[in-house]
């Protein structure tokens, strides 16, 4: 009797994903903004012009965007850095100031920042080559909460602290509520620990501001599921396999 021939062995080739998919993954923006790219007929795969709904091989095939070949890394990579005060949040700077690139050595081209903190601000800084992640991160659809650690000088008042809860108005609208507590308080200088699901342009010292109390110092310590811990000013790591599933599922992305 003759052997039954061995099993074929599954590919090592990944199965081909959305053309979509690949480009946000490659730091082309958004889903959605990646599909405007295929819409308009500048993406193409192995020389041809692709349409909404080609799938392809980013190991296997030819990616361009604009004939420029698209590199798209196997995974995505998201970092999280402590951002120390003093460093903008940009990829350059016109006046030549420190960036919190110059903290990230060796960093792919298309690694994006999630958000900004100005440049006062310090604490959890997340990165990342996933489009859409970034995308859905920063989006007020999904509203992501952001933890934050605020100094000020002097005690605020409870009715104080009640404002940040309900919301405050600020020249581009009012607020939406916010989780507040004191985590110290003293005649000299208390922490106030707040969150919000907004993300407008330094609301937080903004909101600080509004009832009196400007903040000396903010940090911010969370960003979602992501917590600073005990990261070190100006250290970077990459986030667990874990801790990327936890943050996906925040935004309803499946792995």
Known sequence: MSERPPAPHPSSHPAPERLQKILARAGFGSRRAAE????????????VVATLGTRADAAAQRIAVDGTPVRARPTELTLALHKPAGYVVTAQDEQGRATVYDLLSGAPPNLRYVGRLDQQTEGLLLFTTDGELAHRLTHPRWGVAKVYEATVAGQPSAAALEQLRR???LEDGPTAPAYVESVRSSPE????RIAIHEGRNRQVRRMFEAIGW???RLVRTAFGPIALGGLARG????LTRAELRALRAAVALRD
């Open 235 to 238: 250290e970077v790591r990459e």
């Open 189 to 192: 200088r208390s922490v106030v």
């Open 214 to 216: 400007p903040a000396t």
């Open 167 to 169: 919301g405050v108005a």
């Open 36 to 47: 405007a790219l295929i819409a308009a007929g500048r993406v193409t795969v192995d020389g």
